[in-house]
């Protein structure tokens, strides 16, 4: 479960780090591509619902690691949890 909870917790990163800039990216050129009458106003909603996605995704993702953290607070009593503070540091919880 600590293995599950720590790739979640890298996961949630790179869609923070990565993919959430790319798709808002991608909206905004879109939306520039419509202004300059490059685009249709399809592609905007199109490209918008893309991002709309990728961030549900993210907050799916989000969800599911602090299910799996909330499952391994309360399976380890505290003083064990206390043992492993390395692994639940508070700048590192979900």
Do not use: H
């Amino acid at each position: 479960m600590i293995a599950e909870w720590e790739n979640g917790r890298e996961r949630s990163a790179r869609y923070e780090r990565e993919l959430l800039p790319l798709a808002s990216a991608r909206t905004q050129a879109t939306i520039g591509a419509y202004r300059g009458a490059k685009a249709s106003i399809i592609d905007v909603l199109v490209a918008r619902r893309a991002e709309v996605d990728v961030r549900v995704q993210a907050l799916q993702l989000e969800m599911d690691t602090a299910r799996v953290w909330a499952q391994l607070n309360f399976l380890l009593p505290e003083s064990e949890v206390a043992t492993r503070s390395s692994y639940f540091r508070a700048g590192d919880l979900p």
